[in-house]
């Protein structure tokens, strides 16, 4: 679908050596690398002024970037929830409400925002993480009824566990110190490019709401969302205490 459909992509991060590698071998598509930090919400505006001076307009908004986190809410400082929410959810806000105001305009446009299968249910050891997600949950879902009329989707994207560097930076209880435990290949994770197809058709499609996960996550947030008694009786009381306990050790936590 996207090598049919895609002829122009804007792709931006932080730090944009490694875009620039890969953005060069994205043969016969045109292609913006654009450096962008989600925490400078100031810069938002023109940064897509720049995005529509060359292309004319968005037709399609992914937001994928943030942190995750690794350790007990008793432990945890208040900062590490702050600069969670700060980048897993204004940053996503500030991005939206930038590109939105143009696909209004156009009477068009597909919004896309990663959020994960923890912000469906709660999950152990990440808290902060988890209330970012359910917040990204909401705004999305609330913007999908707002957006309606102006032919806009909202397609929200929850992955389970996907192989990533995402534990390798996740926040601690201290603010200033990463997890620093390369876990990428450890465990029970989707392939990241089977994810990225998934992830593509429910695009494509315009799903509102997509869980996209391996065994036994996918199934666990089944549990949690239509039986929500059992979940809560036998797998909280058993499968979270086991995480726990993995992360107190320093084991892998899938």
Not at 85 to 113: D, Q
Not at 226 to 238: A, I, T
Request: proline share 4%; aromatic share 8%.
């Amino acid at each position: 679908w996207y090598q049919r459909r895609v002829r122009e992509a804007v792709v931006s991060t932080q730090s944009t050596g490694k875009l620039d590698c890969e953005a060069a071998g994205l043969n016969g598509e045109s292609v913006m690398v654009l450096p962008m930090d989600l925490l400078e919400f100031d810069k938002m505006p023109g940064l897509v002024s720049q995005v529509l001076e060359r292309f004319g307009k968005i037709d399609i908004l992914v937001n994928n970037a943030g942190r995750s986190q690794r350790s007990l809410a008793e432990d945890t400082e208040l900062k590490v929830d702050k600069a969670l929410m700060e980048l897993n959810y204004f940053g996503y806000v500030a991005h939206t409400k930038a590109v939105l105001p143009s696909m209004i305009t156009n009477k068009s446009g597909t919004i896309v925002g990663i959020s994960s299968l923890t912000g469906k249910m709660g999950t152990p050891v990440s808290t902060a993480y988890s209330a970012s997600k359910h917040a990204v949950m909401g705004f999305l879902s609330s913007l999908r009824m707002e957006v309606y009329a102006h032919n806009i989707s909202v397609c929200t994207v929850c992955p389970g566990p996907v192989r990533s560097n995402i534990s390798l930076h996740s926040f601690t209880e201290d603010v200033t110190k990463e997890y620093n435990q390369d876990v990428q290949d450890a465990g029970k994770k989707q392939e990241t490019r089977r994810f990225a197809e998934l992830m593509t058709a429910a695009m494509a499609a315009r799903v509102p709401e997509s869980w996209i996960s391996i065994q036994p996550y996918l199934l666990f947030t089944y549990i949690a969302q239509y039986l929500p008694s059992v979940y809560q009786s036998f797998l909280v009381s058993r499968g979270a205490q086991g995480r726990i306990n993995k992360f107190k050790n320093k084991e892998c936590l899938y």
